[in-house]
T-cell receptor, first 112, second 113 residues
Framework: NAGVTQTPKFQVLKTGQSMTLQCAQD?????MYWYRQDPGMGLRLIYY???????DKGEVPNGYNVSRLNKREFSLRLESAAPSQTSVYFC???????????FGPGTRLTVL | QKEVEQNSGPLSVPEGAIASLNCTYS??????FFWYRQYSGKSPELIMF????GDKEDGRFTAQLNKASQYVSLLIRDSQPSDSATYLC?????????????FGSGTQLTVLP
């Protein structure tokens, strides 16, 4: 039981490049989330998916797109990376009726 | 005004002391409250959650909630160096935002041997 996995662990991009961050969970959870964490800012919600087939914007969605590919997988895409998107990105999931969000190990992204 | 506020610290306590971490929130209708611990370079992990006024104890950890004052705290008794981490307060909203958690910016705790 791997829990929540994320790939890649580290990535360096140049301004304007695109990339997709992958997230998968094997806990049969309905809801999945993407957060970014910047120094002194805590975790800020980018997008979430309450169930397969649905996605909703969070606090900071600009510059990002998401896809809930199936119940297990939730990807985050940066179409044209900007230095302001340098951050640590966490994926999380939670099951119906559960209080705990389980987090993946994170992706450390640097945009030059 | 931020929705969830925490003192950023750093907070330093000697080993064996009680560490007190505080959090205030702005949405009076918030339903559930969470404390996460995050070690440097790692992902957050849940320590406790609370949704009723009063105290909730789990081992060395006690969460306290006062909805009238919109205040939630975490007490760590007999603090250990292994408790040194950033502690994140999170609040679950109501209605459409009930699926979301809003996090504070975290309090960095250092327990000195």
């Amino acid at each position: 039981n791997a829990g929540v996995t994320q790939t890649p662990k580290f990535q360096v991009l140049k301004t304007g490049q695109s990339m997709t961050l992958q997230c998968a969970q094997d806990m049969n959870h309905n809801s999945m989330y993407w957060y970014r964490q910047d120094p002194g800012m805590g975790l800020r919600l980018i997008y979430y998916s309450a169930s397969e087939g649905t996605t909703d914007k969070g606090e900071v969605p600009n510059g990002y797109n998401v896809s809930r590919l199936n119940k297990r997988e939730f990807s985050l895409r940066l179409e044209s990376a900007a230095p302001s998107q340098t951050s640590v990105y966490f994926c999380a999931s939670t099951g119906t009726g559960l209080n705990e969000q389980f987090f993946g190990p994170g992706t450390r992204l640097t945009v030059l | 005004q931020k929705e969830v506020e925490q003192n950023s610290g750093p907070l330093s306590v000697p080993e064996g002391a009680i560490a007190s971490l505080n959090c205030t929130y702005s949405d009076r209708g918030s339903q559930s409250f969470f404390w996460y611990r995050q070690y440097s370079g790692k992902s957050p992990e849940l320590i406790m959650f609370i949704y009723s006024n009063g105290d909730k104890e789990d081992g060395r950890f006690t969460a306290q909630l006062n909805k009238a004052s919109q205040y939630v705290s975490l007490l760590i008794r007999d603090s250990q160096p292994s408790d040194s981490a950033t502690y994140l307060c999170a609040v679950k909203g109501r209605g459409g935002s009930a699926r979301q958690l809003t996090f504070g910016s975290g309090t960095q705790l250092t327990v000195l041997p």
